[in-house]
């Protein structure tokens, strides 16, 4: 038997629970790429460590050669001393409601909460909150949430009583929208401790599988070896946390362990956000002063061009694995030749910098991939618009050395050819029985900036700035106004994939631009032509566009779609709802598991 305090408002209510008797089902979070913490591997040296933006800002001043050297998957491990909300964080909100009214102020009503929460149910029953994993995931992203949810499933708050009036309009249409009083039994008769995976995002999400089985597998036994039965768990997972989860659940044998999956903002089949980033680094697409200001040190952060971004991926399975896999479809690279310039009011181009990017109807068009996206565009080695530039592999190849060169990359070509396509080919079409999924979905409104994303990558020609000459021809009637002509037509080459292997790169690499990055391409007639990438103007999150995005109705229980940007997603209160409920019904799996059933 234990003693516990059930009630901060009535602290001399006591309340006994026979922890013998509990029958648990860990809540676990499985984070983003970028959104475990990482140290050097073998000490306690901090690497990459998402506190906040203030604990990345070194980033910003460490460039290619800085990241190949130590962002890489066999240097480095999850470290586990990340910022964790603390259990007193409610107690804290409490403390502000009622400090002002009670005598010995603010100090002294603060040490009868901190006493009493010494002896909380969540630690009694869970234990911390560290121990628990909980800072082995990014406190920008998932901090108040883990906080939110645990207390959601321990005491049914604010989140909860709104499932109970709230309408969530999901898919299929035919499932029940809002949560049924009777639903919430569950909760009562379960114990929900919330847990949090950190996994090597660096390393191939298969070995990420495999280390997140592990834990879950240990997870289960620790409470049963607390006396406390625990058959299986629940997953919530963030974008590429999805595709561990499923790699798991459907690859290695983990759906025996799991109840069910939460998928929030998965790229199921990929994203091609993934080149777009590898090609010019990551995008701002904040408007508003100080979002502009975060998204610009964000940006520098994971990587501003497309030496940094090479220099950590070319070595990483993980990152490369978010590539558009054969089921996202083909034709969604495109290399564009607009009609020539002229000076109809549809026709005008757009201005980018110094220069003008042609807006016109396009006349002719390279699209790939044709047949295979592995072969055509991410082992590709003499399109100028391939996935990797070889003078950007290695950053410590000063002199681009041959020799150097090819070892890095038959280094990258193995990664594609042993983990890459095995990944993609092995995860595709499987989903846990008893899925869940919200998106991001503008669903045909105009889309705000901050959730453009890129469905295809488009490389459209770009002019250099042209002085307008207008042509006067006099009138053949006196009273009539003269004519202006416009300006002669720009000519561009006649062959889009006529080019030399070696194209010169812009300040000695690929950089952003005001829309994308700009490549200069030098055609056998030594005639320099550039082209802009163009890719974030698609619907849905900022990085996971709806198509990979949105699940099919024979793969999920339910589905929702909302307007969310795709790192903060569960900041978003629509996805917090959604989530909480898809966990409360997932948990009614449990009366069908006679380990677990009363």
Avoid at 145 to 155: A, G, H, I, N, T
Avoid at 550 to 565: G, P, W
Avoid at 577 to 587: D, E, G, K, N, W
Wanted: hydrophobic fraction near 35%; charged fraction near 25%; aromatic fraction near 8%.
């Amino acid at each position: 038997m234990a003693e516990v305090y059930t009630d901060l408002n009535e602290k001399n209510k006591i309340a006994r629970v026979d922890i013998s008797d509990k029958r648990v089902i860990p809540v676990i979070l499985l984070p983003g790429i970028m959104g475990s913490n990482l140290k050097v591997k073998r000490t306690k040296k901090q690497l990459w460590r998402v506190d906040g933006v203030g604990s990345l800002l070194i980033w910003t001043t460490q460039g290619a050669k800085f990241r190949k050297n130590n962002l890489h998957p066999k240097k480095v491990s999850v470290d586990n001393r990340g910022k964790v909300k603390s259990m007193l964080s409610y107690a804290s909100e409490k403390l502000k409601d009622v400090a002002g009214v009670l005598p010995g102020g603010r100090w002294v009503l603060k040490k009868q909460i901190e006493d009493m929460y010494k002896n909380n149910p969540e630690n009694i029953l869970f234990g911390s909150r560290e121990s628990r994993g909980w800072g082995e995931v990014a406190y920008r992203s998932y901090g108040d949430f883990l906080d939110k949810l645990q207390r959601e499933l321990l005491e049914s708050g604010d989140l909860t009583k709104q499932l109970m009036s709230n309408v969530l309009k999901t898919e299929p249409a035919n499932k029940e929208q809002k949560l049924q009083k009777e639903e919430l039994d569950v909760l009562k008769k379960y114990l929900f401790p919330v847990h949090a995976i950190g996994y090597n995002w660096l390393d191939s999400n298969i070995n990420s599988a495999q280390e997140v089985g592990n834990k879950i597998e240990k997870i289960i036994k620790n409470y049963n070896q607390k006396k406390m039965k625990c058959h299986k768990v629940i997953l919530v997972t963030h974008s590429m946390g999805g595709l561990v989860a499923r790699y798991y659940s459907g690859c290695l044998g983990g759906e025996k362990n799991i109840y069910g999956i939460v998928h929030g903002v998965m790229p199921s089949i990929g994203a091609a956000a993934t080149y777009t980033r590898m090609k010019s680094g990551n995008e701002n697409t904040a408007t508003a002063a100080v979002s502009y200001l975060k998204g610009e040190v964000t940006a520098e952060i994971l990587g501003k061009d497309a030496a940094e971004m090479t220099a950590i991926c070319s070595h990483s399975p993980g990152p490369l694995e978010l590539l558009p896999s054969k089921g996202y479809g083909m034709h969604w690279l495109r290399i564009q030749k607009p009609q020539d310039y002229s000076d109809d009011s549809e026709t005008t181009p757009q201005k980018v910098g110094n220069e003008r990017v042609l807006e016109q109807v396009v006349i002719e068009e390279v699209r790939a991939p044709k047949n295979d996206p592995y072969t055509e565009i991410y082992l590709q080695r003499e399109k100028w618009w391939k996935l990797i530039d070889e003078e950007l592999l290695n950053p410590n190849n000063k002199h681009n050395n041959a020799a150097i060169i090819e070892k890095d990359w038959g280094i990258y070509e193995k990664i594609i050819v042993e983990q890459v396509m095995p990944f993609h080919s092995n995860i595709s079409g499987r989903f846990h029985p008893n899925t869940y999924s919200f998106h991001g979905e503008n669903m045909g409104e105009i889309i705000p900036d901050e959730y453009k994303t890129a469905k295809s990558a488009s490389w459209r020609q770009v002019l250099e700035e042209i002085k307008f000459i207008p042509v006067i021809t006099p009138s053949p009637h006196p009273f009539s106004p003269v004519l202006i002509q416009p300006p002669a037509p720009v000519s561009v080459p006649v062959n889009l994939e006529s080019y030399e292997s070696k194209t010169a790169l812009r300040d000695g690499r690929l950089v952003r631009g005001e829309t994308g990055n700009v490549r200069t391409v030098r055609w056998p007639d030594n005639k320099a032509n550039r082209f802009v990438l163009r890719g974030q103007r698609d619907d849905g999150d900022g990085t996971v566009p709806v198509h990979s995005g949105r699940l099919e109705d024979n793969v999920v229980k339910e589905r929702y779609s909302t307007h969310v940007a795709h790192e903060s997603c569960y900041t978003n209160i629509n996805c917090q709802l959604f989530t909480l409920r898809s966990i409360i019904r997932i948990a009614h799996e449990v009366y069908n598991d006679k380990e677990m059933a009363f």
